[in-house]
């Protein structure tokens, strides 16, 4: 089984730009997330999914836009890059109710220039 | 603000030894906290996890106490292994909303 699949791996943007992180699960779990991880910050809560069809946010979501397009899978898009945006990013999937215990992909790595 | 907190940005014990790694919290809503760990160039991993309405959970070597007023959590690894050393983020959730602590490096020596 893959679990979370995150695409790409490693992005370079200029300032402006715009881009989709794609990410995929096929636990079949209900609810998923995204999260950026920045040194001495730990992991941030960008956006969630609780459920297919509902997207809330976190605790950091200026900048960012998500889509649940199905059950499997959950963007994150980048309308306009800012170098504030340069982390990595990790979305997670997991089952409905406690203790929501997160299986996380592998990241992408996004710098922006 | 950080509403979870490691302050411990590092630790290094000896192979066998005991790890201890903290964590505190600030909002007396969170009722699950959760501990994972984290290799490099990969995603963390669910280690253990606590509901508030209980102050200890053990699992294998890893033992996990909540001591709600306080408000700190610790993970306990005994015996530590060299395989030990990884990131530990400690987390915190809330219907849904979980947030993470900035993480402790463990080094385990041989």
């Known amino acids: 089984n893959a679990g979370v699949t995150q695409t790409p791996k490693f992005q370079v943007l200029k300032t402006g730009q715009s881009m989709t992180l794609q990410c995929a699960q096929d636990?079949?779990?209900?609810?998923m997330y995204w999260y950026r991880q920045d040194p001495g910050m730990g992991l941030r809560l960008i956006y969630y999914?609780?459920?297919?069809?509902?997207?809330d946010k976190g605790e950091v979501p200026n900048g960012y836009n998500v889509s649940r397009l199905n059950k499997r899978e959950f963007s994150l898009r980048l309308e306009s890059a800012a170098p504030s945006q340069t982390s990595v990013y990790f979305c997670?999937?997991?089952?409905?109710?406690?203790?929501?215990?997160?299986?996380f992909g592998n990241g992408t790595r996004l710098t922006v220039t | 603000d950080q509403q979870v907190k490691q302050n411990s940005p590092s630790l290094s014990v000896q192979e066998g030894r005991i790890s201890i790694l903290n964590c505190d919290y600030t909002n007396s809503m969170f009722d699950y906290f959760l501990w994972y760990k984290k290799y490099p160039a990969e995603g963390p991993t669910f280690l253990i996890s606590?509901?508030?309405?209980?102050d200890k959970n053990e699992d294998g070597r890893f033992t996990v106490f909540l001591n709600k007023s306080a408000k700190h959590l610790s993970l306990h690894i005994v015996p530590s292994q060299p395989g030990d050393s990884a990131v530990y983020f400690c987390?915190?959730?809330?219907?849904?909303?979980?947030?993470f602590g900035a993480g402790t490096r463990l080094t385990v020596k041989p």
């Open positions: 636990m079949n779990h209900n609810s």
């Open positions: 997670a999937s997991s089952e409905l109710g406690p203790p929501l215990a997160l299986h």
């Open positions: 987390a915190a959730s809330v219907r849904g909303d979980m947030r």
């Open positions: 999914s609780a459920s297919e069809g509902t997207t």
């Open positions: 606590i509901s508030s309405i209980k």
